[in-house]
């Protein structure tokens, strides 16, 4: 019997960290529902047209199943319903957030984008962080949480101690029945990757822009900087990549759920910086 394991949870794409503003979670990240296709306008310094492209959000079990599988919320990987995510058995003593690491980690406050940089006055949606507007929240109290780079873009690992073998509790965000089930376990290895990720196409250079989804006021026209990732913008939308990606979307499921794995999915495992993860505050 095994007395005591190691998790270590990648958080990739669209994920925002919110430290210390949900009670009783120092800790949440939030994946915003990015499922429909969000046209807009930044006036920096002169007007510029985008197009964001849906993102899809997923849970894969590194080790020993490439799948996470909770019939009516995580579908082959895919979470198809919201869905609050945590390891229910983590046993560190505390949440720690290291200065300095051996190895390719990096301190994740020094390292992940702030959300507030972008905006004016940026200020978190009630609806989205606490209260399940979202596609999945997953929920740390104890570990040690860093930053990683893969290739340009910039993401948080956090690893756990656990008593036992790793358990992913999963509760509903949203129920349609009052008489449960409130919550599953269910065993995963010693590797979790969590994400949000779209198709590649030449507007992804603004796929950041989701992370403001999370504001009260969302996406603003007038940005304090563009956004992370960011190198220039067309004077519109690319219309041939939009068109390509959603005739293939049609033919993979959307607006249901993909006829596909997240690994086959391009942008799941996408290393530009525009996929990086961000924090508040």
């Not at 079990?61 to 979470?79: A, F, H, M, Q, S």
């Not at 065993?187 to 504001?215: E, M, R, Y």
């Amino acid at each position: 019997m095994v007395s005591s394991a190691d998790v270590v949870v990648d958080f990739y794409g669209i994920c925002s960290h919110f430290l210390g503003v949900v009670p009783g979670v120092p800790h949440r990240v939030v994946l915003p529902d990015a499922f429909a296709w969000r046209p807009g306008v930044i006036v920096q310094p002169e007007p510029a047209l985008y197009l964001l492209h849906p993102h899809f959000a997923f849970v894969v079990d590194g080790e020993r199943n490439p799948l996470v599988d909770v019939p009516g919320l995580i579908e082959d990987g895919w979470i198809v319903s919201p869905v609050r995510l945590e390891i229910v058995n983590a046993s560190d003593d505390a949440l720690d957030y290291p200065e300095s690491d051996l190895g390719k980690a990096e301190p994740f406050g020094a390292l992940i984008p702030k959300l507030a940089s972008f905006t004016q006055s940026y200020a978190f949606d009630d609806g989205v962080v606490l209260g399940g507007r979202a596609a999945c929240y997953f929920d740390i109290s104890r570990g040690r949480v860093v930053a990683v780079f893969r290739g340009a873009a910039r993401h948080a690992r956090i690893s756990m101690k656990t008593s036992g073998p790793p358990m992913l509790r999963v509760t509903p965000l949203m129920s349609h029945r009052n008489d449960g089930p409130f919550f599953t376990e269910i065993p995963v290895g010693s590797s979790l990757i969590v994400g949000n990720g779209g198709l590649s196409c030449k507007d992804a250079q603004v796929d950041f822009l989701w992370h403001l989804t999370t504001d009260q006021s969302g996406i603003g026209q007038f940005l304090e900087s563009m956004p992370f990732g960011y190198s220039s913008l067309p004077k519109s939308f690319d219309a041939d990549c939009a068109k390509k990606n959603f005739e293939r979307l049609l033919d993979l499921g959307y607006p249901g759920r993909l006829r596909l794995l997240p690994g086959e999915l391009h942008e799941a495992w996408e290393t530009t910086a525009s996929c990086s993860n961000s924090q508040y505050p």
